[in-house]
């Protein structure tokens, strides 16, 4: 995990408002938006973020609960 993929899922745990898209994640982490959708890809992957049922630009994520680890 990289410090930008840390900063954004320790903001997250510390109670963040709304959904995170990967236009909040380039925001908050200060990266272009390619490299945004990159990292919140791999968090995806990795199990960490569990993506949204709507797509495109309406893609929103947010945190795996313990039940919800390796469903994705």
Do not use: W
Request: aromatic content about 4%.
């Amino acid at each position: 995990m990289n410090v930008r993929q840390r900063k954004v899922i320790n903001r997250m745990l510390d109670g963040f408002e709304g959904k995170l898209t990967s236009a909040k994640y380039a925001k908050l982490t200060n990266c272009s938006n390619d490299t945004a959708l990159r990292d919140v890809n791999a968090l995806v992957k990795c199990g960490i973020l569990i993506k949204g049922m709507a797509g495109g630009r309406s893609t929103t994520y947010h945190l795996a609960s313990p039940n919800e680890v390796g469903t994705a």
